[in-house]
């Protein structure tokens, strides 16, 4: 089962190969970027059920999960998950999604939060080849699809107890391979995605707003946000292996609102988005 799990890590970097344009971000400059990456809205570029799925996979990165657990031992069961809290607006996100991509959305328990879900094996099958186009770009989502899938074609539980703690071996090569990461085409609608899952609006009394977003582990990936923005903000690393990047200076923020704007965000963060876009006009 090991030697399948890295056969599908292989697959993801020969898949995500496709899909990168030809500039890194280890040694593009932001302006020549943004230059092949134009900002335009979703509407010139891809049709509205191609941006929820580029959308759905920058939330995955950031909130949601790809589970595999068994039933007493006797057989696996495959899950997906995404778990907010519990807003009107998170509500009608996730629904918007389920009606595209397919599963199911509940509140939970005493209603603190709202979860989209998919729990038959069929149905997950059917909505992980999303990914076949637009891979994850989170080490960890990178190292859970791939053992979903060794999963879904060793199915036997037993192999399933012996593997499960390897399931993370490969993170550290894969953030090592991605140093010199190149931005794939459907960035910007994961990238929003990402953003309504950790970005940050702060709004304070001094008028110092500002933007953060944060990932734990995966430094290549706020760098290249931080490039994607042209922020000369450096990437901090606070604790453990998390890192963030906040950015304060006005022009920045106007383009991260554009951004937002062009390739829009649906649930609590686009509510915050409006108040902080109000504050900083």
Not at 198 to 227: T, V
């Amino acid at each position: 089962m090991i030697v399948l799990f890295s056969i599908f890590i292989l697959n993801y970097f020969t898949t995500l190969k496709s899909y990168k344009d030809s500039l890194s971000i280890k040694t593009a400059q932001a302006k020549a970027l943004n230059h092949n990456l134009s900002d335009s809205t979703i509407n010139e570029v891809i049709d509205y059920n191609e941006y929820i799925k580029m959308f759905w996979v920058g939330l995955m990165d950031g909130d949601g999960s790809i589970q595999v657990n068994h039933w007493r031992k006797q057989s696996l069961q495959y899950r997906l998950v995404i778990k907010l809290s519990n807003i009107q607006s998170n509500y009608n996100m996730l629904v918007q999604i389920a009606e595209i991509i397919g599963g199911t959305v509940r509140v939970t328990g005493k209603g603190g939060d709202v979860i989209w879900v998919v729990n038959k094996k069929q149905e997950v099958e059917e909505i992980i080849k999303i990914y076949d186009t637009y891979p994850p770009l989170t080490s960890k989502k990178i190292c859970q699809l791939a053992f979903l899938k060794t999963c879904l074609t060793q199915t036997s539980v037993e192999t399933y107890l012996l593997n499960r703690n390897f399931k993370y071996d490969q993170q550290l090569n894969i953030i090592k391979s991605n140093i010199d990461l190149k931005i794939p085409s459907y960035f910007k609608g994961w990238l929003s995605g990402f953003i309504e899952a950790e970005g940050c609006f702060s709004i304070r009394k001094s008028n110092n707003h500002s933007f953060s977003i944060g990932q734990n582990d995966d430094l290549y990936l706020i760098e290249a946000i931080k490039l994607y923005f042209e922020s000369t903000n450096k990437v901090r690393n606070p604790y453990g292996k998390f890192y963030a990047v906040e950015v304060y200076k006005k022009e920045v923020l106007l383009k991260i609102i554009s951004h937002c704007t062009n390739y829009p965000l649906f649930g609590e963060k686009l509510e915050s988005l409006k108040k902080f876009h109000q504050k900083l006009l």
